[in-house]
């Protein structure tokens, strides 16, 4: 798409101190392209979002109250469609109402009344970021039908300015697991025993096993496959790591 | 009436840009089967820009669209130039005073036979006097075996640029049209029109208003 595309945008973003004033940046811009609402964000309970989680939001404030007191994150159709595709959707396009569940369509139904009647999607997949989406709200004049290229940047480089605002401003937490308990992790999550690990890593079965009883002892779980769901969310390890 | 759409008052014709689009997906992929990119229910491509101007014909710029086209500068990558240069023997007119047609998309709906025909008649003329409006001389266009006769006999002076050949299920071939104000006279003529057919709403003194 020949859009222009608005490089000031970039370095407005580059310039931004705070995690408001990338927002505020966004909002203005997004306004411009003809959008009434816009919420880039990560896929969290909007009014209690956890540690690290982006939280762009300018939607009706009934909505977000509605939206977070009954917990629709989690059946939140919009969520689930930009969790499995990477390419910008639009909330009337038929492939994207065919696979959702009669109370999914609630939901949609249910924002529509609120005020999100029309508009689109656009996946944001970023690398040890909480699942993310942006979605934007047709206003009444319409939008340009090169915008959509526009705002996907937009977007896209909006959620990582803030995200890295966020890392910059979390306090880091040193790593809970030692490379050798990683290392045990990743055997375990190839398939190996105990035995076969300690032949991988040159020492005894009876170590792996002990490392092991730690790093669940650490990780306060009672199996190995609840230790290697807890190691892939703290991202002690990485799935590629362990699936090839 | 058709509206002339271009940079500077596009920003009033978003609603009709985009029911173009949808109309171009409806028309081109799903009822022609073209191998184009849709995204988002639209068919958009990266000829599409702002600074391109488009034809689209509608009541006012918030009404129902009837059809529309696109017009190509040739001083940069065009359809004739990349995607069908194969239908040109030797290389085709470009220039600041050449432009391409592009897209030429009826409602979807538009019943086949004379409304049809009335129809590119109207978008003939309207591309006529919009040339004539920007110092346009000619404009190439490719046309399958089912458009061409009737382009052909619009009322413009009409060349081929090379033979016609077989592209996917369709039989294409391109042409050269000069745009002079005799040409569009028996267009006119044809018509049975008195007036423009065309309309431009500037978009700065409109935002004034």
């Known amino acids: 798409m020949q859009a222009r595309l608005n490089w000031?945008?970039?370095?407005?973003?580059?310039?931004?101190?705070?995690?408001?004033?990338?927002?505020?940046?966004?909002?203005?811009?997004?306004?411009?392209?003809?959008?009434?609402?816009?919420?880039?964000?990560?896929?969290?309970?909007?009014?209690?979002?956890?540690?690290?989680?982006?939280?762009?939001?300018?939607?009706?404030?009934?909505?977000?109250?509605?939206?977070?007191?009954?917990?629709?994150?989690?059946?939140?159709?919009?969520?689930?469609?930009?969790?499995?595709?990477?390419?910008?959707?639009?909330?009337?396009?038929?492939?994207?109402?065919?696979?959702?569940?009669?109370?999914?369509?609630?939901?949609?139904?249910?924002?529509?009344?609120?005020?999100?009647?029309?508009?689109?999607?656009?996946?944001?997949?970023?690398?040890?970021?909480?699942?993310?989406?942006?979605?934007?709200?047709?206003?009444?004049?319409?939008?340009?039908?090169?915008?959509?290229?526009?705002?996907?940047?937009?977007?896209?480089?909006?959620?990582?300015?803030?995200?890295?605002?966020?890392?910059?401003?979390?306090?880091?937490?040193?790593?809970?697991?030692?490379?050798?308990?990683?290392?045990?992790?990743?055997?375990?999550?190839?398939?190996?025993?105990?035995?076969e690990i300690g032949v991988i890593l040159g020492i005894s079965q009876h170590t792996v096993h002990n490392t092991v009883r730690r790093i669940m002892r650490k990780y306060g779980v009672v199996s190995r496959i609840q230790m290697f769901a807890r190691a892939l969310r703290d991202r002690e390890i990485l799935i590629e790591d362990v699936a090839d | 009436m058709i509206h002339i759409v271009t940079a500077e008052n596009r920003h009033l014709f978003r609603h009709a840009l985009m029911e173009m689009h949808v109309q171009r997906k409806r028309v081109f992929i799903d009822e022609l089967g073209w191998r184009l990119n849709d995204e988002m229910g639209i068919e958009i491509d990266s000829y599409d820009a702002e600074d391109v101007v488009y034809l689209i014909e509608a009541d006012d710029a918030r009404a129902a669209v009837t059809a529309s086209a696109r017009l190509l500068p040739t001083v940069r990558p065009h359809l004739l130039n990349e995607v069908f240069s194969c239908l040109c023997e030797e290389p085709p007119p470009s220039g600041p005073r050449v432009w391409e047609a592009t897209r030429f998309c009826p409602a979807p709906g538009t019943p086949r036979g004379p409304a049809r025909h009335e129809l590119l008649l109207r978008m003939i003329g309207a591309i006529m006097e919009t040339g004539l409006l920007f110092g346009i001389e000619r404009i190439t266009y490719v046309a399958s075996a089912a458009l061409a006769p009737l382009a052909e006999g619009a009322g413009w002076s009409v060349a081929p640029l090379g033979a016609e050949k077989r592209v996917g299920r369709e039989k294409l071939r391109a042409y050269v049209a000069d745009i002079d104000s005799s040409g569009l006279k028996r267009v006119r003529e044809a018509l049975g029109a008195t007036a423009p057919l065309t309309r431009f709403t500037p978009g700065a003194l409109a935002r004034a208003a």
């Not at chain 1, 970021?129 to 319409?142: E, K, M, R, W, Y």
């Not at chain 1, 890392?167 to 290392?183: D, G, I, N, S």
């Open chain 1, 8 to 195: 000031s945008f970039a370095e407005m973003c580059e310039r931004a101190q705070s995690v408001d004033e990338v927002q505020e940046i966004f909002m203005r811009e997004v306004r411009r392209l003809g959008f009434s609402y816009a919420a880039c964000a990560s896929h969290v309970d909007p009014l209690n979002p956890p540690e690290g989680a982006v939280m762009m939001l300018d939607y009706p404030r009934p909505w977000v109250e509605h939206f977070s007191n009954e917990g629709l994150a989690a059946r939140d159709p919009i969520f689930f469609t930009a969790r499995i595709q990477a390419l910008p959707f639009r909330w009337s396009d038929k492939k994207f109402r065919r696979r959702l569940a009669p109370d999914q369509i609630a939901i949609l139904n249910a924002a529509a009344e609120a005020g999100l009647r029309d508009g689109f999607t656009i996946p944001i997949h970023a690398p040890n970021a909480l699942p993310a989406s942006c979605s934007l709200v047709i206003g009444p004049d319409d939008i340009d039908p090169l915008s959509p290229g526009q705002a996907h940047w937009y977007a896209v480089y909006a959620h990582e300015t803030v995200r890295r605002l966020l890392l910059k401003l979390a306090v880091t937490r040193p790593r809970l697991l030692t490379k050798r308990e990683r290392q045990c992790i990743e055997l375990i999550a190839r398939g190996k025993g105990d035995f």
